[in-house]
């Protein structure tokens, strides 16, 4: 009788020391799903962003933090979306400008008079500060040019500090990594930039 109380204690104790093994294994196969979940909406879906320099202002400030949502560049980008996009003139994969889309494939654009004109209508700016006007730069001349298929001409909201199209000439879509989502840091000024 005693011998088969120790059995049962101890196939009681196999079978409680079974359960644990099975809940830590079940516990890290949760835990290793969720990092790979992760992984994958950090590469392929969502990026967080912190801003950097006063290129974007008033629409975006320095350290102010976004979301940048990495999908709808391969179904649209259109004018006025305000896009993340790898820096050329660096050899830094890290250093990403954020820039606002401004022409699109096969337009006409013109920078006259501090004014810029697509296929020769005037753009209606209405997220830059008042005052402001677009001259283009003295590195690279554009002040006119027609862009090719895949090509996109993008501006900073600050024309006079931003490094942009009239820098850097015209950007190719695989340059850009993707659309602004919304804007999370400041905590009071929540919500998706005009």
């Known amino acids: 009788m005693t011998k088969k109380i120790s059995a ?4 009681k104790n196999y079978n409680e020391s079974s ?6 294994l079940e516990w890290l196969r949760t835990f290793l799903f969720v990092i790979l979940i992760g992984l994958f909406l950090t590469v392929f879906v969502i990026q967080r962003n912190i801003i950097q320099g006063p290129s974007m202002e008033p629409t975006l400030y320095n350290k102010d933090q976004i979301f940048v949502e990495k999908i709808s560049k391969y179904f649209s980008i259109e004018r006025g979306d305000i896009i993340t996009l790898s820096d050329s003139e660096t050899a830094n994969q890290e250093t990403l ?4 889309v401004i022409g699109l494939p096969g337009e006409n654009i013109k920078i006259e008079s501090g004014q810029v004109y697509i296929n020769d209508e005037l753009l209606r ?3 830059l500060a ?3 006007k677009t001259y283009t730069d003295e590195t690279l001349d554009i002040s006119e040019i027609t862009l090719a298929e895949n090509e996109y001409f993008v501006l900073g909201d600050n024309r006079p500090v931003s490094k942009d199209s009239r820098r850097i000439g015209p950007i190719n879509k695989n340059q850009i990594i993707g659309k602004l989502l919304i804007k999370f840091y400041p905590f009071n000024e929540i919500g998706v930039p005009k």
């Open 130 to 132: 008042d005052g402001v």
């Open 97 to 100: 400008l954020i820039k606002r």
């Open 19 to 24: 359960d644990k093994i099975l809940i830590l």
């Open 125 to 127: 700016e209405t997220y």
């Open 8 to 11: 049962l204690n101890e196939e």
